[in-house]
């Protein structure tokens, strides 16, 4: 069965977890385990392509990926 593209929201409506926070099919409510695909879509946007065993929906969601700022070093700091 063919999927069908589509980028619902995936901003979370409870805070969750690390691995915890997997998709839902939007058809049949069934939890997703692993993307079929991903791949980088721009610098800091990644694409995961989703397909339901239950149902065979697809969808794709988009995720930013926030670089982490590096760790300042606090030993030079005038006074101490």
Do not use: Q
């Not at 980028?7 to 839902?24: E, F, K, N, V, Y």
């Not at 929906?57 to 670089?67: A, C, Q």
């Amino acid at each position: 069965m063919p999927a069908i593209a589509e980028i619902p929201s995936t901003a979370l409506p409870h805070s969750a977890r690390r691995g915890t926070d997997r998709p839902t099919c939007p058809v049949c409510a069934d939890t997703m385990i692993a993307t079929e695909a991903s791949a980088y879509m721009s610098e800091n946007v990644i694409g995961h392509l989703w397909s339901c065993d239950t149902c065979g929906y697809g969808f794709v969601t988009k995720h930013v990926v926030v670089p982490r700022m590096p760790a300042t070093d606090t030993s030079s700091v005038a006074g101490h």
